[in-house]
């Protein structure tokens, strides 16, 4: 069989929301470029639909290097879940429906037709196609001619894209309004959906708006960072019943200067947080606040990536000398300043270098059964204290 290399990457506009994919295809002196945006999906779905279509845009078996930086798709197939969901009538490890099944049920049969190798490369990093891919998707978004995804529209989950005044009915009561705050950890592109699927769940709401971005910080220096959400106005809701905020970790892979505990200097990780915190409670009075701290990780920080002997990024000092664990400490300092409850999520987790493999499916994100373990953790903190 010939051999090809493709990279593929999704993106969306919220999540659920307008959603697109690139791939890049490089055969031999040859490359070709495509992409396709739809008016309402998931990122996840991107991601899968992109490999999906490479794939079916080949006219014979090929041998096929695979690139993207969906986590999500990669450990479904290198670990096998996605067999596993099959097996068990694509009812997932949690018990619950598996998302997606249309995708995976397109997609397997493709991989008995080619040679696939799924190889995962960092998102947002030095890959030029990577970055090509991600453009390609960012700007299907864009498009004027956006495509409808069916098999998503025609689900139950439909409803969560109605929280946005979509419908009639957007008086109904919906539960407690709960909004996040944080980077890739809070999103739902791991770990099968991340924690939101759990707080909906358990909480017994719908009403659920993330500002979670992969990748982002704290800090202005930060792309996408929480002081440019925030300013943002329709990114604050003043009526919100519970915010829960979780950032600290790219802070630290970034590099960003800590600062200290009481200045007002937007360029450090104290400073900007100081001045989220102050815009929140001042605009959001009757909120309840949750800070979490972050949680065990094994990637070295940015630009010091042979440091993999190191692993524990609590114990590993970056660029500016600091280990995550002095990020977590000043979290901390703050939300004791300002009466902020904080979740130690470093200890309460108890994720570490011994059960890793089971609770992170990257060396950064929880897994599934990570974010099972991560979400009951909030909910029961939430439960015992704001009933």
């Not at 969901?85 to 619950?96: A, C, E, L, R, Y």
């Not at 940015?302 to 190191?310: A, D, G, R, T, V």
Request: proline share 3%; charged share 20%; aromatic share 10%.
């Amino acid at each position: 069989m010939k051999n090809i290399d493709i990279y593929t990457d999704g993106a969306c506009s919220g999540n659920p929301g307008a959603g697109g994919y690139g791939i890049v295809f490089l055969y031999n002196e040859h490359k070709k470029e495509v992409s396709k945006g739809y008016k309402l999906t998931t990122n996840n779905r991107m991601e899968t639909m992109a490999v999906i279509t490479a794939l079916k845009m080949l006219k014979e078996p090929f041998n096929v290097n695979l690139y993207t930086d969906s986590s999500y798709v990669v450990n479904a197939i290198n670990n096998g879940w996605v067999h596993n969901w099959k097996k068990n009538g694509w009812v997932n490890s949690s018990k619950k429906p598996t998302p997606n099944v249309d995708l995976w049920e397109e997609l397997l049969p493709l991989l008995n037709i080619h040679n696939v190798k799924f190889i995962w490369v960092k998102g947002h990093a030095e890959n030029k196609y990577n970055n090509r891919c991600d453009e390609l998707a960012t700007s299907a978004i864009k498009n004027n001619n956006l495509l409808e995804d069916i098999n998503y529209i025609n689900k139950d989950n439909i409803n969560k894209f109605k929280e946005n005044n979509l419908t009639e009915n957007h008086n109904m009561n919906k539960g407690k309004k709960i909004v996040i705050y944080g980077d890739s950890i809070s999103t739902r592109n791991y770990g099968n959906g991340g924690y939101e699927d759990i707080l909906e769940e358990k909480l017994n709401t719908n009403n659920i708006y993330n500002y979670a971005i992969c990748g982002t910080g704290v800090t202005l220096n930060q792309q996408d960072n929480f002081i440019h959400i925030l300013s943002n106005e329709e990114n604050i809701h003043t009526d919100a019943d519970l915010i829960i905020i979780w950032y600290g970790t790219n802070d630290w892979y970034w590099n960003n200067e800590i600062g200290t505990i009481d200045n007002n200097d937007l360029n450090t990780f104290t400073g900007a947080f100081n001045k989220c915190l102050e815009i929140l409670q001042e605009k959001c009075k009757e909120a309840n606040i949750i800070l979490l701290t972050p949680i065990f990780r094994n990637q070295p920080p940015f630009e010091m990536e042979n440091n993999k002997s190191l692993n524990n990024a609590y114990k590993t000092k970056n660029k500016l000398g600091y280990t995550l664990k002095d990020y977590k400490k000043v979290l901390i300092e703050i939300a004791e300043n300002r009466c902020i409850p904080i979740l130690d999520m470093h200890t309460l987790s108890q994720i570490n270098n011994f059960n890793s493999n089971i609770y992170l499916e990257d060396e950064i994100h929880p897994s599934e059964v990570g974010y099972e373990k991560i979400g009951n953790i909030i909910v029961n903190f939430i439960n015992t204290y704001y009933k």
